[in-house]
């Protein structure tokens, strides 16, 4: 069993992984900010992006290619995924627009992928059955990015979930502030009223007598 996991190890550790590129930026109101990536041609890439902060959580995005052809081009977008095969090789871009927004930044999350995965195993590139160590590694590898694709997602929804439930708290204390002068001021006002009358009527008995 030790031998097989140790094979497994083993295995996994020759996987060409796909390069690309994860972050988190902030992205303040009225601007915008764009990414950039030398590609080959016939190279697939692929982007995942969310608004993790900010106003409604929305953002403008647009990828173009080289001669500046626009290939994607969103609105007020919360999340969103995009695929493309390159048919040229140069620079692409992919932009982030926050300018419809006066006075709320934003927190976007960008995942940009490209290339692909090389077969684990080289026998999976021809036509021969694999070995038990083999398929079993496979199926490590596969649930192991199924994993890790699962720890981002709930990562994200954790960060955005977090923002909201802070943002809830703030408007809270601020509206608990609030009622706390409000009711002080109340208060005060009644005790001054009360005070009057008391003053009003001790001044007419007085000058009765």
Known sequence: MLQLGLSCLLLLLHVCVVFGTELSFELPDNDKQC???????????????????????????????????VLYNEKK???????????????????????????????????????DEEPLLQSMTRSTAMT???????????????????????????AHDRTKAEHLLERVTYWSIGETVLLFVIGIG??????????????SVMAAT
């Open 35 to 69: 990414f950039y990536e030398d590609l080959e041609k016939d190279v697939k890439f692929d982007i995942d992006f969310q608004v993790i902060a900010g106003g409604n959580y929305d953002v403008d995005c647009f990828v173009t290619d080289p001669q500046n052809n």
């Open 77 to 115: 977008k919360q999340y969103d995924s995009f695929s493309h095969t390159t048919t040229m090789k140069g620079e692409y871009k992919v932009c982030f627009s926050n300018e419809f927004s006066t006075f709320t930044h934003k927190v976007v999350y960008l995942d940009f992928r490209h290339g």
């Open 190 to 203: 009644q005790v001054m009223m009360l005070k009057s009358f008391f003053a009003d009527k001790k001044g």
């Open 132 to 158: 038990q160590l083999e398929s079993s590694c496979v199926a490590i590898h596969e649930i192991l990015k199924v994993v890790a694709d699962s720890q981002t997602w709930y990562r994200l929804r954790e």
